[in-house]
């Protein structure tokens, strides 16, 4: 077996999902744990080598087994310079040359990716972006992340930082985002987004569900902005079609731009179903130029929480020439 295993790990900012799979994309033994608390970057590079290691020993395998590690992680991943400039999550792990020192520990070659461009690979090559060459991938949950195949292959951009949709300018001189920037799409349409708009029209007095919930010291999410929405609450409604309309109004910008063949949406937000994507739809349908828009596909995504990893080993075939 010796050289014919590939490990994959999602690194986020609370769970760490590690594979490890044979050259058919098979997965063999996997493990998910919570990500080491500790301030010290090192603790965080040891957890994820021994997972693999322990993971190779599940599987009566050795060290030497191994022929390569992908790992894909929350933040701003500079492909060139091969150092995390900037994960909010994990502001442990800034400035690391991840790809060396990982690839220390296991003695092996070591690919690292931004994680929203690893799903957006995972759900080309395995899941709902089968068969098609254009693509753009797009995470609603906590935060926006969103990935773009195009004519086949993973586009960083120069520097590995391109797709950011969630960081596309919505509301100039909006609310302050995670990036330092005001008005990005992801202070109106994340999860976190919805959830902070209820709980503000609940401190206004608004009529609605949801204070209900907050009076029982219940946490608002953007799961019971939805549900309350289905009962027909108007405050959860008038926040679900804001959140809907500028997630729209970037995606049609998007088609303008790279005139894909489908989108696929994924994250905790489209778990949400149809009241989720048949308003989207309309929007795609209504306000892109007709042309793009007409053959665009809007599809859920269908690989969960395995699209990272998936695209991690698609990356490293490629990586290391092993693709058919
Ligand atoms: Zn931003």
Known sequence: MQGKLLAAVD?????????IADQNNNILAKKRFRTPAAADPQSIITEIASSVLELLKNVKAEPEDLSAAGICVAGYYDWQRKILCNSPNLPQL??????????????????????ANAAAVGETR???????RD???????TGIGSGLVLDGRLYRGSH???GEIGHMTVQPGGLLCGCGRHGCLETVSSGKAMA???????????????????????RITAAEVFAAAAEGDQVAAGILDDAIKYLGLCLVNTINLLNPA??????????????FFLPLQAI?????????SDPVLLKKAELGAEAGVFGMLYLLKEHLRLCD
């Open 11 to 19: 690194v986020g900012g609370t769970k760490i999902y590690t594979v």
């Open 94 to 115: 800034n400035n690391l040359p991840l790809e060396e020192v990982i690839a220390k520990e296991l003695g092996v070659p070591v690919l690292v990716e931004n994680d």
């Open 126 to 132: 395995f899941g709902a972006g089968k068969g098609f």
């Open 135 to 141: 693509v753009i991938f797009v995470t609603v949950s």
């Open 160 to 162: 590995g930082f391109s």
């Open 196 to 218: 902070r708009s209820a709980r503000e029209a609940i401190k206004r007095g608004e009529k609605t569900v949801l204070a209900k919930a907050a009076d029982r010291g219940g």
């Open 262 to 275: 489908v989108i696929i949406v994924g994250g905790g937000v489209a778990e949400a179903g149809e009241v």
């Open 284 to 292: 795609l349908a209504s306000d892109a130029m007709a042309c793009t």
